[in-house]
Nanobody, 123 residues
């Protein structure tokens, strides 16, 4: 089965940096879009950044100029470079992908989510 595996979360001081990675594994035909969402305690999940297969990333206003999303299509991987982190960036970050894959010999297209990785910004 197809799955997304995230890594790179952790504890960082305000002003610091982290890079999140997300790898899609399985028998994948194409990845139409990949992105990162986050959910802070007591809040709804929100889009942080997304990038379609043809490029042209979009960002939440709160992270513009600080975060950069980029893909390595050969590795089915998406990254989120986070600089100048603030306490309000603290959340669980989830990787998302809209992709086509093979499951039980059937071609499918689905939205797939990773398990989430915790990012904590605190002094």
């Amino acid at each position: 089965q197809v799955q997304l595996v995230e890594s790179g979360g952790g504890l960082v001081q305000p002003g610091g940096s982290l890079r999140l990675s997300c790898v899609a594994s399985g028998i994948i035909f194409s990845i139409n879009a990949m992105g990162w969402y986050r959910q802070a305690p007591g809040k709804q999940r929100e889009l942080v950044a997304g990038i379609p297969s043809g490029g042209g990333a979009n960002y939440a206003d709160s992270v513009k100029g600080r975060f950069t999303i980029f893909r390595d299509n050969a590795k089915n991987t998406v990254y989120l470079q986070m600089n100048n982190l603030k306490p309000e960036d603290t959340a669980v970050y989830y990787c998302h992908a809209d992709l086509s894959y093979l499951s039980d010999y059937v071609r499918k297209r689905d939205d797939i989510w990773g398990q989430g990785t915790q990012v904590t910004v605190s002094s």
